[in-house]
């Protein structure tokens, strides 16, 4: 099934897509305000509702109001005060937005600190026998081509994971020029290509042209994917490939706009 032939408009509805074998890590990739983070966010509230734990490191502080509406909790690992608090529920994100103002390599380091830390809660959340989504949202801020082993450790994750119950969801923009970059490439690739579920959301024509080649994207897809407004893409789930446009329902755009419930 190709988009230019069987053009159809699908809501998420958690993984329903999902091939058993396969992982269950999935990227999000598009342009600056295609949407890529709402996507997540409706996709964290399904999961969550049906019994998923959640794990979100969130640069932009963001899915703070998505954890305080779940209940959960959100980790500060702005201040710098020693180790962050033992998460104590089970929606979990770690506010990471301090560390966008510092430096490149101590943002760098500390996102890997932190992404070190979620890890661990993943691994020792296997006990539970419940789904973890991990969440690793702005991807980019790991890429680094003078420290490649950053985005290698996210590499190593993804492999890992689904050992331990697990899904990681890696949100990216700018895949060319930091997944695919060739002193990244051996990490940044296999993380966006191995996901068994690829969500893209409107493409830059650099990005379009290297994920037509990679994942061998027809003409009309390409098409869809450079007009693509907010909300909409491809989803490619092993070897189907559908139309996609994200919709909250009321109650979830509610909780994602940041109200209070
Ligand atoms: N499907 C949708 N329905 C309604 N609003 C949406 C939808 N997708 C995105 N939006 C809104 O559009 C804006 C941009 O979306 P979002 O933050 O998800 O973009 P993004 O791709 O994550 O961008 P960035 O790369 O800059 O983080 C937000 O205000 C968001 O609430
Ligand atoms: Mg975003």
């Keep these: 099934m190709v988009a230019s032939d069987f053009l159809v408009s699908t809501q998420l509805q958690g993984f329903p897509w999902q091939t058993e074998g396969a992982n269950q890590n999935v990227s999000i990739l598009g342009t600056s305000g295609s949407g890529k983070s709402f996507t997540a966010k409706v996709m964290l509230l399904r999961?969550?509702?049906?019994?998923?734990?959640?794990?979100?490191?969130?640069?932009?502080?963001?899915?703070?109001?998505?954890?305080?509406?779940?209940?959960?909790?959100?980790?500060?690992?702005?201040?710098?005060?020693?180790?962050?608090?033992s998460p104590a529920s089970d929606f979990t994100v770690f506010d990471i937005h301090a560390l966008t103002e510092a430096s490149d390599g101590v943002r760098r380091a500390q996102y890997l600190n932190v992404l070190g830390y979620a890890w661990d809660l993943v691994r020792e959340g296997q006990a539970s026998g419940r789904p973890t989504l991990l969440v690793v949202d702005e991807a980019w801020l790991l890429a680094?081509?003078?420290t490649p082993q950053a985005l290698g450790f996210l590499y190593r994750i993804a492999k890992r994971i689904r050992k331990y119950g697990g899904s990681l969801v890696v949100i990216t923009q700018n895949v060319v020029v930091d997944f695919l970059a060739p002193e990244l490439a051996r990490?940044?690739?296999?993380?966006?290509?191995?996901?068994?579920?690829?969500?893209?959301?409107?493409?830059?024509?650099?990005?379009?042209?290297?994920?037509?080649?990679?994942?061998?994207?027809?003409?009309?897809?390409?098409?869809?994917?450079?007009?693509?407004?907010?909300?909409?893409?491809?989803?490619?789930?092993?070897?189907?490939?559908?139309?996609?446009?994200?919709?909250?329902?009321?109650?979830?755009?509610?909780?994602?706009a940041g109200a209070t419930l």
């Design 47 to 85: 999961e969550f509702a049906r019994g998923a734990r959640i794990l979100a490191l969130d640069p932009e502080r963001e899915y703070c109001g998505l954890a305080k509406a779940a209940g959960g909790s959100v980790v500060d690992c702005g201040g710098g005060e020693g180790a962050p608090i």
């Design 187 to 256: 990490f940044g690739q296999p993380v966006i290509d191995s996901a068994s579920t690829k969500i893209l959301m409107r493409q830059e024509a650099k990005d379009l042209e290297a994920l037509r080649d990679l994942l061998r994207l027809t003409e009309a897809e390409c098409d869809l994917l450079s007009g693509a407004k907010r909300g909409e893409g491809l989803l490619l789930a092993g070897n189907q490939r559908v139309r996609l446009q994200v919709r909250a329902s009321a109650r979830e755009a509610e909780i994602i």
């Design 144 to 146: 680094d081509p003078q």
